[in-house]
């Protein structure tokens, strides 16, 4: 049966915990990943997270399936965070959300409905994006391309062409975005360019694909929807993935929702009967966990507090990293402006560093970096930082 069978390559991002875990030399560095670690180096178990951990333990409760679209609580919470509280658009009924597996299986969900909708559309995703944008609308049948995004010289975004590009694409296309700490480049777009790109997509009959996996570490909970807020009074129909692996820091939990806007309450009870039979016949309904916690969470107020004090503990870290990450490249002789590190929003760093630098770093310092250059700031600790800035200041010398 197997013969034929080749070795498929590894995994652009997780092929690297792979490679880090096999290296057995102890000061190893996993800048890979997008993944929060704490400075000393451990992935936390947020306190909000393991209160609602243990009162749902004490209730003790039966595991019965959950409804094919997950639990009622969970989805109006995800709602409330990407819409605000008094949301015009949610108590229209248009917004359907199911549970999801992480932000990964929401973009599938959504992929695979969208693909039973017009398999001939085509899925355009920035240049560059998240490695796995690509391979997963591939996978649902779509072909993809891509739109410019990063301008390497600005370290910004290239705007002009972005638009450009948008307004050149046939109708039904579908425009994956990233709603804020665009991964990888940490580039994103200002309020006003999201409006122009919403007049775009309204004027050209595009489809929107919003993904919002880093809601919270940008500028907070609240600010970082700002540009679903855009999308919610355009009135349009569009698509938002959301994930909660890093803002919760449940990644192994698959935390994530799907939510579809549609023009009224009963085109969404169409579109929900239409993505349940997706779901019902890839994983028939989402785990229980994950789910509940973060409603229970965003449904205290005392929990909720302190999540998003812990959300902001985790945003500042990240900052210092990055400001300190800038210091110590400078101090170990480097010249060249690193202070664009600074600028760059949510866990990601586009460092610039090339393919041949990051393989470098990984032979001769054990520290792993996505092929492209980019790094987790939030990976770095008091620790390891300095230790990073030699290396990235020896294979920028070399
Ligand atoms: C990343 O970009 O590193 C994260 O989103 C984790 C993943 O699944 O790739």
């Known amino acids: 049966i197997f ?36 400075d000393n180096g451990k992935i936390p178990l947020l306190a909000a997270v393991k209160i609602a951990e243990e009162q749902r333990q004490k209730l003790a409760p039966p595991r019965g399936y959950q409804p094919i679209e997950g639990a009622v609580a969970y989805n109006k919470a995800v709602q409330t965070l990407l819409f605000g509280a008094n949301s015009a658009l949610v108590d229209a009924g248009r917004a359907v959300t199911i549970e999801a597996l992480g932000g990964t299986g929401a973009l599938r969900v959504g992929a695979d409905f969208l693909n039973r909708l017009d398999p001939k559309a085509k899925v355009y995703i920035s240049d560059p994006s998240w490695e ?104 349009l129909e569009f698509f938002v993935s959301s994930s909660f692996s890093k803002s919760f820091s449940l990644y192994g939990e698959r935390v994530g929702a799907l939510t579809v806007v549609t023009a009224d309450r009963e085109t969404s009870a169409r579109v929900l ?25 965003l449904s205290d107020p005392n929990l909720r507090a302190q999540w998003e004090d812990e959300l902001a503990g985790m945003r500042d870290r990240i900052r210092l990293m990055r400001t300190q990450l800038v210091e110590r490249i400078a101090a170990a002789g480097v010249t060249r402006d690193f202070s664009f590190v600074i600028q760059q929003r949510g866990m990601f760093s586009f460092t610039g560093l090339t393919a041949a630098q990051v393989e470098q770093m990984k032979d001769a310092h054990g520290i792993y970096a996505v092929s492209t250059g980019r790094i987790c700031l939030a990976a770095l600790n008091s620790r390891n930082i300095d230790a990073v800035a030699k290396a990235i200041a020896s294979v920028i010398a070399n």
């Open 132 to 235: 796995n944008h690509r391979a997963l609308f591939e996978a649902a049948g779509f072909e993809v391309g891509t739109y410019p995004y990063y301008d390497a010289s600005t370290r910004g975004v290239n705007f002009s062409a972005m638009l450009e590009a948008l307004n050149s694409y046939a109708a039904g296309s579908i425009i994956v975005l990233h709603a804020c700490c665009h991964n990888p480049t940490g580039a994103d777009l200002t309020l006003a360019q999201w409006q122009q790109v919403i007049d775009v997509i309204r004027s050209r009959n595009l489809v929107a694909f919003v993904d919002m996996a880093y809601q919270g570490f940008a500028d907070g909970i609240e600010a970082d929807a700002a540009p679903l807020r855009l999308f919610a009074d355009s009135g």
């Open 273 to 297: 009967s239409q993505v349940k039979r997706v779901i019902r016949t890839n994983y028939s309904n989402p785990p229980t966990h994950g789910g509940i916690v973060v409603a229970t969470v």
């Open 3 to 38: 013969a034929a069978v080749e070795m498929a390559p590894r995994d652009p991002i997780l092929g690297l915990n792979e490679a880090f875990q096999a290296d057995t030399r102890a000061e190893k560095v996993n800048l890979g990943v997008g993944v929060y670690y704490d």
